[in-house]
C-alpha cells in the first residue's frame, strides 16, 4: 500500500507494534483491556438467555422479526458512533477523550490484541443502558430485539479481531470487509469505510473506498 503518512492526523497515526497505557492505575488499565473470547463468550450467553424468555413471551415469529429488526439497528449503530462519534472533527476536549478513549488508541496501535473488543465492565454497563432504552421504548418486544443487537455486536467484535489478526480471507464477501478495514485504518480513517461487520451503510451513504485500490 502507499504510504499515505502524510495525510493521517497524528492521533490516528497507525504504529505497526506496541501498546500504550490509557491510565497510570493498574487496576483502571486492565479495565481497558480483555481477550477476544471473553466478551464474546460472556455476551453469547445472554444472547442465549434473553432469546429463551423471548420465544416464550412473544412467540417464534415474532421473536425472528425483534431479532432480525435489532441485528440490522445494530449495524447501523455500528456505522453511525464509528463514523459521528469516534471519527468527528471536533475542537471540543471532552469529545476528543471520548475518542481517545473509545477508539484513537487503536488507531494508533491496530495490532494490540489486548483493544481490539471492549472489556466487561463497560460492555455490561452499556448493554444494560441499551436494554432499558429498548424496554422503556417496546416493553416485552424488547426480549426479542435485543439480543438481536447484542448478536450484531458479538458479531462485530469477532469480525474485527479477525480482520486485525488473521489473514485475508480468499472468500469474496470476507475479502472486502478485511480490504476495506485495512483502507480504513492506513488511508481513510476520517472519511471512508465505517463498517466493520458489514458494507451495508458505506454503500447507502457513499462511504465506500474505490474498488480499484490494490493492497
Known sequence: MENTAGRIPEHLMPRNSGTDELFRNSWMEKLTRTHISVPVTMHMIIVISVSWFAVGRVGWMAYVLLFTAGWLTWTFTEYWVHRYVYHVKTD??????????????????????????????????????????????????????????????????????????????????????????????????????????????????????????SL
Open 92 to 213: 471540543k476536549p471532552w469529545l476528543l477523550k471520548i475518542q481517545h478513549l473509545g477508539h484513537g488508541i487503536h488507531h494508533q496501535y491496530p495490532k494490540d490484541p489486548t483493544r481490539l473488543a471492549m472489556p466487561p465492565v463497560p460492555a455490561l454497563i452499556l448493554i444494560s443502558l441499551f436494554y432499558l432504552i429498548f424496554w422503556l421504548i417496546m416493553r416485552v418486544y424488547a426480549m426479542g430485539f435485543f439480543p438481536g443487537f447484542l448478536f450484531g455486536y458479538v458479531l462485530y467484535i469477532t469480525l474485527h479481531y479477525a480482520e486485525h489478526r488473521y489473514k485475508t480471507p480468499a472468500y469474496g464477501p470476507l475479502k472486502r470487509l478485511w480490504k476495506f478495514h485495512v483502507l480504513h485504518h492506513y488511508k481513510y480513517p476520517e472519511s471512508k469505510a465505517f463498517g466493520v461487520s458489514t458494507l451495508l451503510w458505506d454503500r447507502v451513504f457513499g462511504t465506500l473506498p474505490p474498488e480499484e485500490i
